[in-house]
């Protein structure tokens, strides 16, 4: 697969994962009700839901920017 297809497809997999992941990370706050916990409980959590997402978007970077095989 070219370089420029694997850029598109992994732009439009970026454009609805991060989304998505979004809408699952607030869902989560809301269940676990993270908001009547300690403000520390809070602050973690929020840091850990939003730095969460770049372990998968960086392996499809990494993936977009693989050189053209042959």
Same mark, same amino acid.
């Given at each position: 697969?070219?370089?420029?297809?694997r850029k598109l #497809? $992994?732009?439009?997999?970026?454009?609805i #994962?991060?989304p998505l992941?979004?809408?699952?990370?607030? =869902? !989560?706050? =809301?269940?676990?009700? !993270?908001?009547?916990?300690?403000?520390?409980i809070e602050? =973690?959590?929020?840091?850990?839901? $939003?730095?969460?997402?770049v372990?998968?978007?960086g392996? #499809? #970077?990494?993936?977009?920017?693989?050189?053209?095989? $042959?």
């Amino acid at each position: 697969m070219r370089m420029r297809t694997r850029k598109l #497809i $992994g732009t439009i997999i970026l454009f609805i #994962i991060i989304p998505l992941y979004a809408l699952l990370a607030m =869902v !989560v706050a =809301v269940t676990l009700e !993270v908001n009547t916990t300690s403000k520390w409980i809070e602050l =973690v959590f929020y840091v850990v839901a $939003g730095l969460l997402w770049v372990l998968p978007a960086g392996l #499809i #970077i990494q993936w977009m920017s693989r050189d053209d095989a $042959g």
